[in-house]
Each structure stands twice: as C-alpha cells, then as structure tokens.
C-alpha cells in the first residue's frame, strides 16, 4: 500500500486570499453605491421636470386668461374695470396662490403633501402707436428635495382687439 502524501503549495495557490477577497467586495459595493446613486439622481429629475412641467402649464394658464380679457383701445370714451373696454389696465399685477398639478399622495386639499405655487401676472405697455401690451406671467414655486424657489416663466404680446 502506498501512502499519498498532500502537496502543501498546490493546496494554498488553490484559493483566495484574504485581501483579494476584501477587494472584491470594496470594487463591488463601489459599483452597488453607483448604481443607487444613479436612480437617485434619476428619480430626483423625473421629480423635478414634472413640478417644472406643472408649473410652466400653471403660468400659461394665468398668461391666456389675461389674454382673454378685454381690451379695445380704439373705443371712445375709455373706460377702465370689469366689464368695460379696458378690463387690465397698464401695470395691472395678479397675484394668485394654488396648489400645483402634481401627483400627491393624500387629497388634494391635504396640505402634508401640497406643493403650493404662486403665479405674478403683469400687464405693461409694450408699444404706444400700435397699441401693443406685454402680459408676464411669473410662476414660483418651490421645490421640496432642495428648499429653493424656482421660476417658470411666460411671455406674451398682445394686440388690440384680439
């Protein structure tokens, strides 16, 4: 019978070292930190372009109704106010407050989970000779993750009546 003797060196070469282990799993928890990082950040974007969108939508609203209202610079003789030939005047300024159009969760009056914005709507005098006024519609918001205020803003041109 023929004893069998072990090969100590081709024993220890046949696995891994300690150290080459702890570096794999460093090289590996790197790669899982990038990873989470990455959806993170995704997720904050998508978050942030849907209040952006939202808010941009709420401030065209506030530039079409005053659009919308009237203005007929040729009638005789000028009048000022609701119902007339001039219902906003040169440097009227609308200040609106409302909850912005996102998807919340809770009802929408719940004011946990509200994000309020507030719309500045101007009207200026653009040009005299032809009668032409600029409608800015300022819409300011804030946004939860960061606490800064952000602004959407909408321009328009306006003739008389249009």
């Given at each position: 019978m023929r004893l069998q003797t072990k090969?100590?060196?081709n024993d220890r070469a046949s696995?891994?070292?300690?150290?080459?282990?702890?570096?794999?799993?460093?090289?590996?928890?790197?790669?899982?930190?990038?990873?989470?990082?990455?959806?993170?950040?995704?997720?904050?974007?998508?978050e942030w372009t849907s209040m952006s969108l939202a808010a941009q939508s709420y401030a065209s609203e506030g530039a079409e109704q005053a659009r919308a209202a009237d203005w007929r610079p040729r009638d005789w003789p000028v009048t000022n106010g609701y119902g007339t030939m001039d219902e906003l005047t040169n440097g009227t300024l609308i200040v609106t407050n409302d909850i912005m159009d996102v998807p919340i969760k809770g009802s929408p009056t719940n004011t946990d989970f509200s994000f309020w914005v507030t719309n500045y709507i101007s009207v200026q005098t653009y040009s005299v000779n032809p009668a032409i006024r600029t409608i800015r519609s300022d819409c300011k918001w804030t946004f939860p993750l960061t606490g800064q205020v952000q602004s959407n803003t909408v321009v328009l041109l306006r003739a008389g009546d249009q």
């Open positions: 090969n100590l060196k696995g891994f070292a300690l150290g080459e282990t702890l570096i794999a799993f460093a090289i590996l928890s790197i790669v899982f930190a990038g990873l989470i990082y990455g959806y993170v950040q995704a997720n904050r974007m998508a």
